[in-house]
């Protein structure tokens, strides 16, 4: 379990529960995965009539059912996929009192999206396996590293989930190191697409820095390919600045080196890129973002040295895009994967 630093404590309840995910209705979950700003309303029958609109900025299908309901959003290039399906809440009482209630779901494509794809063989097969899934999606995989979260292993003894720190202390003993990748959360060495290889830290396992953190969501958990290196290529890359501008899939917001406010272009699962270290010509902070919480904010979830990991919660900052705060004055650029 994370140590929270010492001061952390004075800001939160004692008396809060343990981070909560609370599905509408009670739904079955998966076990380990490798295999909307329409905001969905209700799960549709699989058996209706589906329409599939073609719309701009970015460029994507959006499939309504027989009311004109949104069902899905397909973006084109991208692999992360918005569908409906069941209500649901996530919460971390113990860094925030907010929530996020919603009904999208957020899946990956076996490929990247384009016009006309529903046309495909491929298509028919996947979507209607994907419209009845109610195993873990991207969001339900990012939350399981907040704080508590119960450890669960695989077949080989491997810890792929539970609480999440962000890093070893510094050897000065003032806050915590960055440079945890998803393989030293795993203990696990790591041979990337790139050809590099990697070996974990000792005392960096269970640790994730925020762009390992997204690594170890949409790469060892999701299957998305992983770099080891900062250049283009076919995966994710390593730091934050080379995930917004060379990773997979479509640039929605450009870094122009000022706040962005273009919140109308985000749907969960999105990746959300910050400045806020020194450099104002490098993206140094990156996190997932979840859609609208219960106070009307848009929310994400990131990896932070304040609190020591993976969190959606204000302990050391606002999580939110559009309340004035440190991250959402901030915040840059967007990416869809």
Known sequence: MRAVRTGVAA???ATLAVALITWWPD???????????????????????LVYERLDAP????????????????????????????????????ATSA???????????????????????????????????TGPD?????????????????ADGVRFRGDASFG?????????????????????????????????ERDRYGAVDCSGY?????GYRLGMPLLGVNTPGPGIPRRAYAISEFGPGVQLVANERRRATDYSRLQPGDLVFFEVEDDPDTLDHVGIYLGLDDGGHHRFISSRERINGPTLGDVGGTSLLDDGGFYSTSWRSARRL
């Open 59 to 94: 460029a994507r299908t959006v499939v309504r059912d027989d009311a004109g309901g949104v069902v899905a959003v397909f973006t084109d290039g991208a692999r992360t996929a918005q569908l409906v399906g069941p209500r649901r809440s996530f919460s971390e009482p113990k």
């Open 27 to 49: 739904t079955p979950t998966g076990g380990p995965e490798a295999d909307r700003n329409d905001e969905p309303g209700s799960a549709v029958a699989q058996a209706d009539q």
């Open 214 to 218: 997204v690594r170890l969501v949409f």
């Open 138 to 154: 991207v969001l339900a995989v990012a939350t399981d590293y907040l704080i508590d979260t119960p450890d669960e292993t695989d």
């Open 99 to 133: 929530t996020v209630n919603t009904s999208s779901w957020v899946r990956l494509l076996p490929q990247s999206w384009r016009a006309g794809a529903e046309d495909e063989d491929w298509f028919a097969d996947w979507f209607g396996r994907a419209r009845g899934d």
């Open 168 to 200: 070893p202390v510094k050897p000065s003993g003032a806050g915590r190191q960055e440079q945890s990748d998803f393989y030293d959360y795993l203990g696990l060495p790591w041979d990337f697409v790139d050809g590099t290889r990697a070996q974990p």
């Open 11 to 13: 800001l939160v309840a």
